[in-house]
């Protein structure tokens, strides 16, 4: 990623400002949405995500290439596949125990996916990479150090993999690039390290 980027972020909770400020750091533009208007938005961003624009959540993917999805699972029904169609999306979800999920995805984890997998078939104009779901909102804040924490790319599509790989390098967190998508279950909720410093050796051996 260039220091001239920007990507879209689409979410404004602790996950989706603690991106965005993460992404201001590393020189990279920010537009970032929620189920808030922009003028809606406009006291939460100053004090949460200043130097983030807001725009209205269907024009989320309007001039980026890629678009970070940092909503609650559960309101994922609210997101239509057309505002993210021919875009990178990197799945920063979650899914946590007594969520009530939308219908499809429940079906999907039934019938074996991983939650990438099951969010992928719900946007099937995207190209779907999981990533940043494993890492906190504090994590995201605290300052880079020498030996970088590792992060989790687990995608089908080898190019939308780079991409969010050059991305998480610029956040300052050294990419660890699976083989699949459905390789994401290992870095959700109740996996080793969710939420737990790794380095690429550890996470690669969740799925090897």
């Known amino acids: 990623m260039s220091s001239s980027s920007r990507i879209g972020i689409l979410g404004a909770g602790r996950a989706g400002t603690a991106f ?26 100053l004090q949460y995500a200043p130097q983030a624009r ?17 909503v609650p699972q559960e309101d994922l029904d609210d997101v239509e596949p057309a505002w993210l169609a021919q875009r990178i999306v990197v799945d920063a979800t979650n899914r946590w125990e007594d969520e009530p999920l939308p219908i499809w ?3 999907g984890l039934a019938s074996g996916l991983s939650s990438s997998e099951a969010i992928a078939q719900r946007f099937p104009d995207a190209q779907v990479v999981k990533a940043l779901n494993h890492i906190s ?3 995201m804040d605290a300052p880079v150090t020498e030996e970088a924490r590792a992060a989790i790319v687990a995608a089908d ?4 993999a780079k991409s ?42 969740q799925w090897l």
């Open 54 to 70: 807001g725009v209205l959540a269907e024009d989320i993917a309007t001039g980026v290439d890629l678009v970070i999805l940092a």
């Open 164 to 205: 969010v790989a050059a991305l998480i390098r610029s956040l300052g967190f050294e990419p660890v690039i699976a083989e699949s998508l459905a390789a994401g279950r290992h870095a959700e909720p109740g996996t080793p390290y969710f939420n737990v410093p790794a380095t690429a050796e550890q996470l690669a051996q």
């Open 157 to 160: 599509d080898g190019s939308a």
């Open 20 to 45: 965005a400020r993460a992404a201001a750091r590393a020189g990279i533009d920010v537009q970032i949405a929620s189920t808030r208007t922009p003028s809606q938005m406009r006291y939460h961003l």
């Open 137 to 139: 909102h504090w994590a």
């Open 105 to 107: 995805l429940e079906e």
